[in-house]
Structures are given as C-alpha cells and as structure tokens.
C-alpha cells in the first residue's frame, strides 16, 4: 500500500470523525476512547497483515507529531472549562490529585513488576516505562463522559462533576511527560544544560509561545488570519519541539493553556478549534494502532497487568475522595471511582508519543500499556459511570426506554 | 475615534512587528542551538514559520497599499535559504505536496469563479484581448529578446542565427503566460467585483490553456531551428489534444460529483477538498492529464451546471486562505536570490519589454472591442503576473533543448521573480483605483456565532 493510498484512507477517518463530532444525531455513536480505531491500525499494520509497513509508518511520523500537537493544543484550550464555564476549584484539585495518585500507582505497580521479573532494561529504561505507564494511564478521557451523557441524557451535580474531573487531569501527566523525555535528551544540542532544566524549558516554550499566540490574537482579525497565527504557532511550537527532542505534546498543551487564559477571545477560540479535534484524532489512533507491538518486551502482560491493576486501585481511592467531597457522590456507591476508568485520546497520544520519541522496548511497551489500558476502560468505565448516574438519579433505570436515544 | 483608531493600529502593527521578531529569533535560535536534525520533522517548524510570517508580514504592508499576496513572497525570501536560513531548500522540495494542494484549489476556484453568462457577455472582449495578446506579445517579445540577446545575454552568443530566433521564439512563447494563482490570491484578498476583475480572471484562466496549445506549437516549429538535426513535426498535438479531452471529460465528471455532493451532503467540505487535492491530483498525474485544466473544468461545473456555486467558492476560499500563504511563501523562499542578483539587469528588460507590450496589447484590443473604459485603462495590469505556470514550461523547455536549457531557464527564473513581485502590486493598485475592491471587512470574532457547547 503506497503513501497517498494510507493518506486518503486517514483522511476518510477524519472526514467520518468530523460526523462524530458535528453531527448531533450519530453523536454518541462508536466507542468513547476510540480504541476500536487502534485495534483497526493493528490490523492493518506491521505486526498482523502489514498492509501499512513500517517504512509507511516512518514516512507518516511528521503528520502524527502534527496530529499529537495539535490535540494537546485543543486539551490545553480547554482545560479548566467544561463546556463553556469554568470549572470550580473543588474540581480542579480533585482532577489533579486524582491523576497523580493514578500515575503513582500505575509507575509503583510497573516498576515493582519490572524489578521481580528482572525485566525491562537499564534503570533509566525502566523509569521510563514506569513513568510513562503512569502518565498515560491517569487520566480520565472527556470523551466518555460527553459520550454517556450524551447518548443517556443523564443531567445533575454527579455528571457534572465527574464532566469537569474529566477536564482537569490532563496538567500532571503533561508535566510527567515533559520531566521523563528530559531523562534522555538529544545528543545534539550545542549548548551545555543540565537535565533539571528541560522541563521548565518544555514548559516555558509552550507559555512562550503561547503568550505570543495570545498576543497576536489579542487584535481583532480576519478569521482566515487567525487561523494562520494558531497553525503557524502550532507548527512552530511541534517542530521546535521535536528539533529539541522535549515533549511536544507538552509544549503545546501549555501554549493551549497560556493562549486560553491570556487572550479575550478563548471562548471563540475553543469553538473554533474544538470541532477539529475528532478528525484529527481518528487517524492518529490509527497510527498508533499501527506501532502495537505485543511483543515489544518479556513478560509485557504482567506489567501491563500489574499497571491496569494499580490504575483500577486508584481510580477506587479517587472515587473515595470524590465522595468525601461531593454528597451526590455518596450515593453513587463504593465504587464511584470506576467510572473514572475511561481513557482515551490523551493516553493514546502520551503512548504514541513515547513510541516516537523511544523507538523501541521503551516506547512500545508504553503504547501497549496505554492501549490496553483504554481497552479496559472501555468495558468498565461507560458501564460504571451509567451506574453511578443512575444510584446518583440522574439517569433512568439501564434498560428501561425512557432517556435512552439510540 | 479615527486618530484613536489609527494609534490603535500603529499599536497593533508594533506589536505584530515585534511579535515576528521574536519568533524569527526563536527559530535561528533552535537551529543554532541544535544543528542537524531530520529534516522532515523540521519541515513542519519551517510551515508554520512561513505560514506566520505571511500573515503577519501581509497585514505589516497592507497600509502600504501592497498586496497580502507580495507580503507572503517577502516572508518567503527572508526566510528561505538566500536571507536567514530558516527554511532550507530541502524544505522548500519537500512542500510540493502544498502546491499541489494550492494549485488545485486555485484552479477550482477559477473555474468556479467563471460564469457562464458574464463570459459570454464579455466574449467579444475576452476574444479580441486573447488574440491580440497572444499575437502581439508573442512578436513583439520575440524581436526583443533577439535585438538584446547579442550584446546583453552571454548564452546566446555562441548560437547560430537559426537556432537564435528559435531560442526567441521560444521566449516570447514563455512570454504570453500569465498567473492563474497570483490573479486568485488578489482577488481573494481585496474579494473585487467588476468588470476588470471578471474580465482578468477570465482571461487568465482561458490563456491558460491557449498558452499550453501555443508553447506545443512553438515547440514544434522551433525544434528545426535550434536542432538542425531535427524535423518539423505535429506528433505532439496528438498526446496533447488526448491530454485536452482527457483532462475536460475528467473535470466534468468531477464537477457533477462535487455538485452532488454539495447538494446532498453540503458537509466538511476541507476533508473533500483535500481529497481532491491529494488524491485526485495523483490520479491525474497518473492519467497524465492537465491538472490545472481538470480542476478549473470541475469548478467550472459546479457554477454553471448547478446552483452550488457560491457555496462552492465560498468553501474554497475559506479553506485556500490558509493554503495560498504557504504556497506564496514557499515560491518566496524558492526564489533563486543570487541568480536574480546576476541577471536582474536582464531580466528587468526584459520583463519591462514584456508589460509594455500587454500594455499596448490591452489598449489596442479595448479599442478593437470598443471596451469600457475602465477595462481600456486597466485591463494590461492583471496580465503582467508570472508564477508557477512560466517555471514549469521553462523546465519543458530546457528538458527539450538541453544545450541552452540551464541558461534558458536561469533567465526565466530571474524574470518571472520580476513579474512576480511588480504583478501583483499593479492587479491590486489598478483594482483599487478602479473601484472593485470591496469596502466590506472580513469577519472577524464578534460576528462568530456563539461557541455550540453544552
């Protein structure tokens, strides 16, 4: 299969998730993490029928960094909004908690895992693969929780406030992202500086450019134009990244983040960008998909194993929390916190970015931690979340025909 | 309220100007710092660079008078391998793909942009303008090129007085070319409407084919001349003509299926136009059909055999903006800079030899048609623009005759970066002073509906 061939067929997935996202009457059509999109790369790559070689895969990595860049700036956009209001403070802390005690566990369960079997490499290896695990697994994909809300119809406190956790665990990962590439910087950079520095420079770039961004747009603009300052400093902001070998995901998360707060026109801007998400997101999932290799390491179903446990224990213990903190909460159960389970878009892009920038054991093993991973969630998360909006009444009984809108 | 307005707007230029400062030193910076890398990851830095820098660098010059489209060729030269390095010639290869894309969209643009009805108006116009262009330019560049080639252009001193005019005939066959995309860009830009600027797009895209029929019978009947060993032959209009109905039956077809589709479906039309950019230009490279010809057929279709064309150009014009700064910049930063240094004497002669010609053309022509006198004025200043077109017959052109071809093509390169950057600025000067440039504002935030969010 050549080149324009695997081209047209990313951009038929984008043009069917353009209808994922715009299209009110399919909305909630498909699987929240998009993981179905993974397993269809898997297929087609090198690792089942090798219709899509490694050498295509190669040749397409400037348009997965692309597509990775330009989501982390969407995420960065709209974090700390759920919709088009701010999220409360209670959920900011509680999102963010949340996802550090979810990568802890994760990397704790990795690592210990690694170390019995005597697998995994070197040391820095392993802190990489732990590390990784735990920043992809920690979040709570949005796209679940829209995903029930929207098929159900389910409205109160409870689906709001897991709606803006959702919105808010994406800061920590990032930052675990930017610290762990820091662990192996690129050979060529002609300037001495010591590793502690590349996470703030990763960081600073982003709000860097992003204040940049921010400045532009803070004129009034043609619209044509304003997409121009927000591709043009995107792309900038991708290739520097990867010209440097930091996150780019990262750097533009942060830009997203700094354009979002410093300029006046963030709620136009997350309109705009919003919609471009799904499409772009499709053909990246495929890509990654692609790049599964189940094989990428000895004993990779324990350590995935030992890392979807430590994920599940964790998502519980911030269930716990939430309850603490949230009376409609309490009645949702014990287990709130396995509604949390959903992972998607966000993990699958921390795992294709670690298989980009370690080719590899290091980067395969992460992609496969965080696909499998989201696959989990996916038979947990949806099932549990519409559960706990049921115990919480903010949803008709599963099963019964009213709410339901298939 | 106006001097607030005008200190605002000196504000917002300073802040522009230093904002492109700062991301200019940002990416010499990067490139410094970390010296080598792969290139094409660094091809995404260099597009969003020229993609920046083009916007910013057009609305810089906008209260100069000058076209957004000249502001993109400029970003492109400073930044391309000639000035500050920062997009490379490797990168500028690898951005075909954009041009492709742009080229595409330009062609579909024009095309839609035809109507039918207004053509047929402006006919007489159009065939009296078509005519004496082509007759004119083609003579009179001819002549000139051979009265200065002797003591003003170094490879022509070696040839025989035969293969002399061939070489002249050639040229003045370059001559007759115009700009699809540069005509496009300015009119997006100042969105016109009129009798020039119906009358220049028209133009344009019609030369466009007249000139591919015109450059293979020069080719043709010059061959004798500048190969002795060579014999008269019309082999070629044979692939051409099949090449011709090739490309129109293809435009057609795929101009009902865009109408269908935008009937039907009317939805996400930038993935369906970057289908057609991608994945139908390669069908048609593999077909070896005219692109340019298949897309502005296609476009076409779409005004005059359905009611969707409005919406059409609307599409293309809100997804092209975008596409025509990278492609302006990138033909900027592909600009040989030395090579125009070397020959810009030259080539201005010959590029002033040229305009005076379309000028006279234009007026003899108007007369002629008994045009209105606004198209008398002003209708030689849209057709002094050459791009991309010019180029890429003169690399037919040198392909063919290998032993002038690299100087050939070295002077049409430091010519058409003439008529390049003095086009543009005269379509959009000529434009305003005749009134067609539209006094309406692009949208811009306040007039965008209220973000759809839950």
């Given at each position: ?406 | ?65 000058l076209p957004?489209l000249t502001?993109y060729l400029i970003?492109g030269i400073?930044?391309g391998p000639y ?6 010639e490797?990168?500028v ?6 041009n492709?894309?742009?080229l595409?969209?330009i062609a579909?643009?024009g ?14 116009s159009l065939g009296w303008a078509m005519f004496v262009q082509c007759v004119l330019v083609l003579v009179v560049v001819t002549g000139c090129f051979l009265v200065m080639a002797r003591p003003l252009i170094p490879f022509t001193r070696q040839l025989a007085p035969a293969a002399l005019v061939g070489v002249a005939m050639l040229w003045g066959a370059l001559a007759v070319t115009r700009s699809p995309s540069a005509t496009l860009g300015i ?9 020039l600027?119906?009358f220049t797009l028209a133009f344009v895209m019609v030369s466009d084919v007249v000139v591919v029929v015109l450059v293979a019978l020069v080719l043709g009947c010059v061959r004798p001349l500048i190969d002795p060993g060579a014999t008269f032959s019309l082999d070629s209009f044979s692939t051409l003509g099949?090449q011709m ?45 005219d692109p340019l010809l298949?897309?502005m ?30 492609f302006f910049?990138t033909a900027g930063a592909d600009l040989d800079v030395p090579l125009v240094r070397q020959l810009w004497p030259v080539a201005l002669l010959l590029a002033g030899s040229r305009s005076l010609v379309t000028w006279g053309g234009a007026r003899v022509a108007g007369k002629l048609a008994?045009d209105?006198?606004?198209l008398r004025r002003w209708a030689w200043s849209g057709l002094v623009s050459q791009a991309g077109l010019a180029l890429g017959l003169s690399v037919v052109i040198s392909r063919e005759f290998p032993v002038i071809g690299p100087s050939f093509r070295a002077l049409a390169i430091a010519t058409v970066a003439v008529n390049e950057m003095i086009g543009p600025v005269l379509f959009k000067f000529a ?24």
């Amino acid at each position: 299969v050549n080149a324009i061939l695997i081209l047209m067929g990313l951009l038929v997935l984008s043009y069917l998730g353009s209808f994922l996202v715009t299209g009110r009457s399919v909305r909630g059509v498909g699987l929240p993490s998009g993981v179905e999109y993974a397993a269809l790369g898997y297929v087609l790559g090198p690792h089942a029928l090798g219709l899509v070689g490694a050498d295509n895969l190669a040749s397409f990595e400037p348009v997965v960094q692309v597509a990775l860049g330009w989501l982390a700036f969407a995420v960065g956009l709209d974090f700390g909004y759920a919709g088009d209001k701010r999220v409360r403070v209670g959920s900011l802390t509680l999102g963010s908690l949340g996802s550090i005690l979810t990568a802890a566990a994760v990397a704790a369960a990795a690592w210990f895992t690694m170390d019995r079997l005597g697998v995994g490499g070197s040391a820095t290896d392993r802190v990489l693969i732990a590390g990784g695990a735990g920043a992809a697994c920690s979040e709570t994909t949005r796209h679940a929780i829209r995903w029930v809300v929207d098929r159900y119809d389910a409205k109160g406190p409870l689906a709001d406030r897991i709606n803006e956790i959702a919105h808010t665990d994406d800061l920590f990962p990032m930052i675990g992202v930017a610290v762990l590439f820091a662990l192996d910087p690129t050979r060529n950079v002609a300037l001495a500086m010591p590793l502690r520095d590349w996470p703030a420079i990763t960081v600073g770039l982003g709000l860097l450019l992003g204040g940049g961004a921010a400045m532009l747009l803070r004129s009034e603009m043609p619209i044509e134009d304003t997409w121009g300052v927000m591709f043009g400093v995107s792309l900038i902001a991708i290739g520097t990244a990867t010209r440097l070998a930091i996150s780019t995901l990262t750097v533009t998360f942060f830009m997203g983040m700094a354009v979002s707060v410093l300029t006046r026109h963030g709620a136009e801007l997350r309109a705009m960008v919003g919609p471009t998400e799904r499409p772009v997101l499709l053909p990246a999932l495929v890509l990654a998909g692609a790049r599964i290799d189940f094989h990428a390491m000895p004993a990779l179903p324990w350590i995935a194993a030992a890392a979807i446990g430590g994920r599940i224990v964790a998502k519980v213990a911030t269930g716990w929390l939430l309850a603490a903190s949230s009376p409609p909460a309490r009645k949702a159960g014990a287990f709130v916190g396995l509604s949390l389970l959903s992972s998607g878009a966000l993990a699958m892009c921390i795992g294709l970015a670690f298989a980009l920038r370690f080719p590899g054991p290091v980067g395969d093993t992460v992609l496969v931690i965080a696909t499998l991973s989201a696959t989990v969630g996916e038979f947990v998360g949806p099932l549990r979340l519409r559960r706990a909006l049921f115990l919480a009444g903010e949803l008709p009984e599963p099963g019964s025909s009213g709410g339901v809108r298939i | 309220l106006s001097s607030d307005a005008t200190r605002k707007g000196v504000g917002a230029h300073a802040t522009h100007l230093l904002l492109l400062g700062g991301f200019s030193a940002l990416m010499l910076f990067v490139t410094r710092v970390v010296p080598e890398t792969q290139g094409s990851l660094w091809t995404i830095a260099a597009i969003g660079f020229l993609l920046l820098s083009g916007t910013l660098l057009s609305e810089l010059l906008a209260p100069l008078g000058l076209p957004h489209l000249t502001g993109y060729l400029i970003a492109g030269i400073a930044s391309g391998p000639y000035a500050l390095r920062l997009v490379d010639e490797h990168t500028v290869k690898s951005l075909s793909p954009v041009n492709t894309l742009a080229l595409s969209l330009i062609a579909l643009a024009g095309g839609a942009e035809l109507d039918l009805e207004t053509v047929r108006k402006g006919a007489r116009s159009l065939g009296w303008a078509m005519f004496v262009q082509c007759v004119l330019v083609l003579v009179v560049v001819t002549g000139c090129f051979l009265v200065m080639a002797r003591p003003l252009i170094p490879f022509t001193r070696q040839l025989a007085p035969a293969a002399l005019v061939g070489v002249a005939m050639l040229w003045g066959a370059l001559a007759v070319t115009r700009s699809p995309s540069a005509t496009l860009g300015i009119l997006s830009q100042t969105r016109a409407n009129g009798p020039l600027a119906t009358f220049t797009l028209a133009f344009v895209m019609v030369s466009d084919v007249v000139v591919v029929v015109l450059v293979a019978l020069v080719l043709g009947c010059v061959r004798p001349l500048i190969d002795p060993g060579a014999t008269f032959s019309l082999d070629s209009f044979s692939t051409l003509g099949h090449q011709m109905i090739g490309s129109v039956a293809l435009g057609t077809t795929l101009g009902l299926v865009i109408a269908a589709y935008l009937r039907l479906v009317n939805r996400q039309m930038l993935v369906v136009l970057l289908v057609l950019g991608f994945g139908v230009s390669t069908v048609i490279e593999y077909l070896q059909f005219d692109p340019l010809l298949t897309f502005m057929v296609a476009g076409f279709i779409v005004r005059n055999l359905s009611n969707q064309g409005h919406k059409f150009t609307a599409y293309i014009e809100k997804t092209g903006t975008v596409v025509y700064v990278v492609f302006f910049a990138t033909a900027g930063a592909d600009l040989d800079v030395p090579l125009v240094r070397q020959l810009w004497p030259v080539a201005l002669l010959l590029a002033g030899s040229r305009s005076l010609v379309t000028w006279g053309g234009a007026r003899v022509a108007g007369k002629l048609a008994k045009d209105l006198p606004v198209l008398r004025r002003w209708a030689w200043s849209g057709l002094v623009s050459q791009a991309g077109l010019a180029l890429g017959l003169s690399v037919v052109i040198s392909r063919e005759f290998p032993v002038i071809g690299p100087s050939f093509r070295a002077l049409a390169i430091a010519t058409v970066a003439v008529n390049e950057m003095i086009g543009p600025v005269l379509f959009k000067f000529a434009l305003d002073r005749a009134g067609e440039t539209s006094r309406v504002q692009a949208p811009t935030f306040p007039s965008m509906p209220p973000p759809p969010m839950r």
